[in-house]
C-alpha cells in the first residue's frame, strides 16, 4: 500500500496557483500504460483528493534521486521501454505525468522558485517507498526543456530512444500527437503549431537535435530496430542489478502492444508509401538520423541487425 500523495494537476483559484494530489489507497500504482490512465482510473475509483498551495512542493522532502529519465522523439518505442522497465515490481515508472508537461508549459511562475518546484514536482511522483527504483518517461516534447531537466539531477543516467524519422513522420502525420495542437508549445515548436508533413518534420529536426550539445557518459542512445533486445542494455546503463526472473520478466512484457493495457501482442505496422510532401522535409532530418547513427557504439549496433 502506498502512503504517497500523488500530484496530478497544476490548476488555479483565483489569482491562487496550486497542486491537485490524488491518493492512491491501495491500489497498485501505475500499472497503467501512461500516467493520465493512472489518474483517470483513481478519480473514477473516487480516491480522495486535496489542494496545496503551489510552494508545497518546494517543502517535499527528497528520497533519493530517480533511477533513470527516459526522453525520446515520439512513436519510437519509448512506452516499450517503460513498460519493460515497469514490469518489475520494485519499479515505479512515470509515463508522461501531465503535471511535468503543465509546469513546463506555465507562464508567470517565480523564476528563482520555478525549478526547485519542479525538482520537489518529480521527488513526490516517485515517492518514498524504501527499497523502489524510480524512473521518468518523460513526453517527447520536453526535449526542448532538456538541459534544465538533467540539472536537475546531474547524477541520473538517460536514455534517449529515437527511430528512423521517416517511419516517426508517418506515424505523427496519421496520428497528430495532442501537444501538436497546444498554443502555449508554438514558440518553443518555432513559433507555429505544428500542423501537417513540414511543420511536423521541424519540429522533428529540434526532437532529433535537442540531446547532441548535451551528449555525455550518463547518455545512451537506443535505435527502435535495437528493442527489445536493448533492454538488457538500459538495465546496464541505470545500473540496476535484475535477478534471473526479473530479466525474464522484462522480455515477457516486451513481446505484447506497450501501448495498451493488459497482454495484447504487438503487431508492427507497414510502412506506407512516403508523400511527396512528406519526401522533401526529409533531408534535414535524415543528416540528424546519420549522425545518431554514428554515435551509437559497435556492441549498440550488434542489436539494430
Known sequence: MSTDWIPCELTTAGQRSLVRWIHPGAKPLFTEPFFRQTIDALV????????????????????KAPAGFIFHVSRCGSTLVSR????????RVVSEPAPVNQWLL??????????????GLIHAL???AVGVDCFIKFTSWNLLHLPQLLALFPATPWVFVYR???????????????????????PALGGHQADGPQALAQVLQRLFAAPLPHWSGRALAINYAQLPAAMADIAEHFGLRLDAAEQARMVHVAQYDAKQAGEVPFRPRER???????????????QLWDQWEAMRTPSEALHAH
Open 106 to 119: 506555465a507562464h508567470g511562475l517565480d523564476p528563482q522558485a520555478k525549478w526547485p518546484q519542479l525538482k
Open 272 to 286: 506506407a508509401p512516403v508523400s511527396e510532401a512528406m519526401g522533401s522535409a526529409m533531408a534535414p532530418l535524415n
Open 44 to 63: 473514477q475509483a473516487n480516491a480522495v483528493q486535496k489542494l496545496t498551495p503551489l510552494e508545497a512542493l518546494a517543502e517535499v522532502a527528497p528520497a
Open 84 to 91: 519493460s522497465l515497469a514490469g518489475i515490481p520494485r519499479h
Open 164 to 186: 528512423d524519422p521517416v517511419d516517426v513522420l508517418q506515424s505523427l502525420v496519421a496520428r497528430p500527437p495532442r501537444w501538436a495542437a497546444l498554443p502555449q508549445l508554438a
Open 126 to 128: 516517485c515517492g518514498t
